[in-house]
Nanobody
Framework: QVQLVESGGGSVQVGGSLRLSCAAS????????VGWFRQAPGKEREGVAG??????STYYADSVKGRFSISQDNAKVYLQMDSLKPEDTAMYYC???????????????????WGQGTQVTVSS
């Protein structure tokens, strides 16, 4: 059974940093697209960043480029979030899907496996 577990969320002030982790188990880690998504109350789930675990390809939403960084190490995918803003406040989820990320990395419907989410709150 595929399991994705997020951790690292919390409350920070504007300009602060957080590092989210996504630990995967129950499936072959390599050659998957892993995406980080977020969803704020009343808003649609938004793709934030993606990474292909079989290579070095990374993808970012325009809203987080230059502030967020996605990486992988030892079957974990990380999301380093710097210069946080109040609009980054949301529940953050990681998701995994077989194959390359490509141009559809940000589409929630393509991912078959999801974690339970970790809350990020940025206050001014």
């Amino acid at each position: 059974q595929v399991q994705l577990v997020e951790s690292g969320g919390g409350s920070v002030q504007v300009g602060g940093s957080l590092r989210l982790s996504c630990a995967a188990s129950g499936y072959t880690y390599s050659h998957n697209c892993v995406g980080w998504f977020r969803q704020a109350p009343g808003k649609e789930r938004e793709g934030v960043a993606g990474i292909y675990t079989g290579g070095d390809s990374t993808y970012y939403a325009d809203s987080v480029k230059g502030r967020f960084s996605i990486s992988q190490d030892n079957a974990k995918v990380y999301l380093q979030m710097d210069s946080l803003k109040p609009e980054d406040t949301a529940m953050y989820y990681c998701a995994a899907d077989g194959g390359v990320c490509g141009g559809s990395w940000y589409l929630a419907w393509r991912y078959s496996n999801w974690g339970q989410g970790t809350q990020v709150t940025v206050s001014s």
